[in-house]
């Protein structure tokens, strides 16, 4: 082999790999500087816990980028569905199993409103997405009455809650190692649907080429229909997520995570040279955004600092993503 053929077969390979030998590099580097305090098994269960929500978003992206969508009022929308699940739960007084259930049906009613703007009305997703923003912010504040859902608030009619305090089921969703197990099943499951289902062989078609899926005779509205209903699952369960790991359900609880989730999805295209969006590098792309933070928080970096940094990782993982493809 050529000297310029074997350093461009190893500039493609340190472009796949970036993202895990960048992961790998923050260990070594953090480390290095903080010792133990990085490396101890409660930090690392640490990382694992607040990577958990920006997983399940981010494979809820994953699943809608496959087919070329892209959810821009993701993390709005799951807002609406924690304020949806901890007011059944504390004003209604329906058990943590009737809360899920109501909170997913109104999550995926609310999702036919994307789905119709998109497949009906053909607008293309980024625009109808960012109007759903308003929409959703604005619904969900009007539910709630403009405040919030947590113990000891009243109805926004004056009517006490039917609950005053919240159950040990209710808040052990959100800790370890619930909100972790729930997070590996979602890749898993998600890995499996993607990677090992003609159903997902057919998404990722239609993300590839949507007029040569249309001939070959992939139903494209129907499967974008059905990514957007799986993406609508993940994002009720990311906002269940969000509200027992706060403990309520405040006005916008969700919408923060979506910068880190989308960087996720990025990232994880990269990962192996997938070149799209898959479920295994989503979950590397979280660990690394997670384990920046939490390194740069742990050395003492401000706090105002990091999300400068996190827009850099998303920079530098789209440069690996597309500085080598060719025209």
């Given at each position: 082999?050529?000297?310029k053929?074997?350093?461009?077969t ?17 260990f ?13 098994k409660n930090?690392?269960i ?34 609406c569905s ?11 007084g ?6 899920i ?7 995926l ?12 009305c053909?607008?293309?997703?980024m625009l ?18 403009g405040?919030?859902?947590?113990t ?9 809650p039917?609950?005053?305090?919240l ?16 997070m590996l099943v ?13 159903h ?19 139903d494209?509205?129907?499967y ?9 699952v ?45 479920a ?21 970096v401000?706090?105002y ?17 597309y ?5």
């Amino acid at each position: 082999m050529s000297v310029k053929a074997t350093r461009k077969t190893t500039l493609r390979f340190l472009l796949d790999w970036a993202a895990v030998i960048t992961l790998i590099g923050c260990f070594v580097v953090f480390t290095a500087v903080t010792g133990s305090r990085f490396m101890s098994k409660n930090n690392m269960i640490n990382i694992l816990r607040a990577m958990s929500i920006t997983t399940v978003f981010g494979i809820g992206a994953t699943v809608t980028m496959s087919a070329d969508g892209f959810d821009m009022s993701m993390c709005t929308l799951a807002s609406c569905s924690a304020y949806v699940f901890v007011s059944m739960y504390l004003w209604h007084g329906l058990s943590l199993g009737m809360s899920i259930v109501v909170s997913l049906i109104a999550t995926l009613v609310m999702y036919q409103l994307t789905m119709f703007l998109i497949l009906v009305c053909k607008i293309p997703d980024m625009l109808a997405t960012v109007a759903l923003m308003f929409v959703h912010q604005g619904l969900g504040q009007w539910y709630i009455g403009g405040g919030a859902v947590s113990t000891g608030m009243r109805q926004p009619n004056g009517n006490p809650p039917a609950r005053v305090i919240l159950g040990e089921d209710f808040t052990a969703i959100g800790r370890a190692p619930w909100i972790i197990i729930i997070m590996l099943v979602c890749v898993l499951v998600a890995y499996i649907f993607l990677e090992h289902t003609k159903h997902g062989r057919y998404l990722y078609a239609i993300g590839g080429n949507k007029e040569a899926a249309k001939l070959s005779g992939i139903d494209v509205k129907g499967y974008r229909y059905l990514a957007g209903m799986i993406t609508a699952v993940f994002i009720t369960i990311g906002g269940i997520l969000v509200a027992s790991r706060g403990s309520s359900a405040q006005v916008g609880n969700s919408d923060g995570y979506f910068m880190q989730a989308i960087a996720a999805v990025f990232v994880g295209r990269t990962v192996g040279g997938a070149e799209k969006p898959n479920a295994l590098g989503t979950l590397v792309g979280a660990m690394l955004v997670s384990t920046l933070e939490n390194g740069l928080t742990i050395m003492a970096v401000s706090y105002y600092v990091l999300p400068a940094v996190k827009g850099a990782v998303l920079a530098l993982a789209l440069i690996a993503a597309y500085a080598g493809k060719k025209e």
